[in-house]
């Protein structure tokens, strides 16, 4: 079965930081452009750091460049995002996306999504 599940959401204060999870299962993500979007309430989904299959560079949104991090274990097939100095403005359900589709995949119509995870950030 075809399958990502993201983790590592939570409750933080703002400054703190939290690591996301995204597990696959039936496919190998690293053949996979892979995208993590973000959607707040009242909000349309925003893509907050992508790679393409070809891994040539990883690539973030300006409201997150320089505190979030994109990164992979090809052993456990999972990817995760490091998020750094967190702000309210990111609380959001955070979903991972693969597509074997680069262009898919940016704009947000990947035939593999996750469940999303929640994150808030709040004093």
């Known amino acids: 079965q075809v399958q990502l599940v993201e983790s590592g959401g939570g409750l933080v204060q703002p400054g703190g930081s939290l690591r996301l999870s995204c597990a696959a299962s039936?496919?190998?993500?690293?053949?996979?452009?892979i995208g993590w979007f973000r959607q707040a309430p009242g909000k349309e989904r925003e893509r907050v750091s992508w790679?393409?299959?070809?891994?040539?560079?990883?690539y973030y949104a300006d409201s997150v460049k320089g505190r979030f991090t994109f990164s992979r274990d090809n052993a456990k097939n999972t990817v995760y995002l490091q998020m750094n100095s967190l702000k309210p403005e990111d609380t959001a359900v955070y979903f991972c996306?693969?597509?074997?589709?680069?262009?898919?995949?940016?704009?947000?119509?990947?035939?593999?999504w996750g469940q999303g995870t929640q994150v808030t950030v709040s004093s």
């Open positions: 996306a693969a597509d074997s589709s680069f262009l898919k995949m940016l704009i947000g119509r990947s035939d593999y």
């Open positions: 039936g496919f190998t993500l690293d053949d996979y452009a």
């Open positions: 790679i393409s299959s070809s891994r040539a560079s990883t």
